[in-house]
């Protein structure tokens, strides 16, 4: 059943980010569209494997997610939120594919599926860390805070890891006008992270000490 569930769930990712830049382009000969699916898709299926075969008590908590599944209402706002900009950091490219509004060197479009295949890379670090890395905000009966890994050099690396890859997503689309839903997202995220930060000080033993030790949020030495 949980396998079956991270299958289905993958299934339905990989095709809306496939078929949503192909649409608003309007056309299959897209090869930026096409090379970015086997980046995403390969990064993310690889990740799913990995939860699988050590860590299935993680892949439970990762395929409950999204808008609906928090028991926040507010959060699940956010969710919404994000999940629309997700969605417009692949339809914008597409219509800019359409319309040649910009055109991206090629040397720009492999470095934003590289930082697509980062981003994959330093949540997969998240994951190893912590086992407690939901997809919802809570604190579950034996969860401790982790301060190891990528949790040493800042408070939210999967944030983090998920910046890396919204700022990649438009560049490997080849699309210049694509990077403003990815900014859109850094307010959003932000907005998610201090709520999350102050529920995991109340309820999590430990957090607030950590969140006094640890100042970066997501960027060292910046914020």
Known sequence: MLMARAFAGSAFLFAVILIVPLGAAGTWRYPEAWWLFAVFSGSAGTVTIWLWGHDKALLQRRVKAGPGSEADPTQNVVQTLAAAVFLASFAVPGLDRRFGWTHVPVAVVIAGDALVALGFLIVFLVFRANSFAAGTIEAAEGQAVIDTGPYAAVRHPMYAGALVMFAGIP?????????????????????????????????????ADYRTRLRWRLVPYVW
């Not at 990815?182 to 307010?187: F, K, L």
Request: charged share 10%; hydrophobic share 60%; no cysteine.
């Open 171 to 207: 560049l490997a689309l080849g699309s210049w006008w694509g990077l403003l839903p990815a900014a859109v997202i850094v307010p959003v995220l932000v907005w998610r992270l201090t709520r999350e930060e102050a529920f995991l000080a109340a309820n999590l033993p430990g957090y």
